[in-house]
């Protein structure tokens, strides 16, 4: 069994908001459950408009998909409007 685990910062400059911040938030972890069936939550930066922190994980039966999984992940992140990826803290067990 392999595990990868990633926690992600975030830079929403556009929020004026929380509830503007978690429109983006909530769709970015919707699309990375739907998408790549990973387990995500937001795990820091709750109470700031403009900034999130959110914590995926992976669990697979090959490091190779692991590692494929993290990927898509990442270009998810990468690619939300509204957000800018600051950080990625990956580790792979």
Partial sequence: MFVGVVRIEL???GAGSLKEKRAVVRGLKDRIRTRVHAAVAEVDHQD???RAALGVAVVSGER????EMLQAVRNLAG?????ELLDWQEQQL
């Avoid at 190779?64 to 590692?67: D, G, Y």
């Avoid at 690619?79 to 957000?83: L, Q, R, S």
């Fill in 79 to 83: 690619g939300t409007p509204g957000a």
């Fill in 11 to 13: 830079h929403l400059p």
């Fill in 64 to 67: 190779r998909q692991v590692a």
């Fill in 48 to 50: 700031l408009w403009q």
